[in-house]
């Protein structure tokens, strides 16, 4: 059975940084390309990063420049570096994998960024 779990989401001001963790049991992790995914409050869910299993990266307009996806095969895991937050990125961020398989959906990390 497929497990995500996501971590390393908080609180944090303007401008700051966070790093999101997603460790990856279950699957054949390192063949399927793997996304990063937030949901606002009363919104839906949105991809907003991507990245192949060769590494090749896509991002949403709103976060390009500023957050950078990454895994590691090895590990089963895949990472989001946020930099340079802002209001409103505030969302539950989910991993999955692109396109996302509906049973896969874990329980988010949420990030908050306020002052």
């Known amino acids: 059975q497929v497990q995500l779990v996501e971590s390393g989401g908080g609180l944090v001001q303007p401008g700051e940084s966070l790093r999101l963790s997603c460790a990856v049991s279950?699957?054949?992790?390192?063949?399927?390309?793997m996304g990063w995914y937030r949901q606002a409050p009363g919104r839906q869910r949105n991809l907003i990063a991507r990245?192949?299993?060769?590494?090749?990266?896509n991002y949403a307009g709103s976060v390009k420049g500023r957050f950078t996806i990454s895994r590691d095969n090895a590990k089963n895991t895949v990472s989001l570096q946020m930099n340079g937050l802002k209001p409103e990125d505030t969302a539950v961020y989910y991993c999955?994998?692109?396109?996302?398989?509906?049973?896969?959906w874990g329980q988010g990390t949420q990030v908050t960024v306020s002052s």
């Open positions: 990245i192949g299993s060769a590494g090749t990266t």
């Open positions: 279950g699957s054949r992790f390192s063949i399927y390309a």
């Open positions: 999955n994998q692109y396109p996302p398989e509906a049973d896969y």
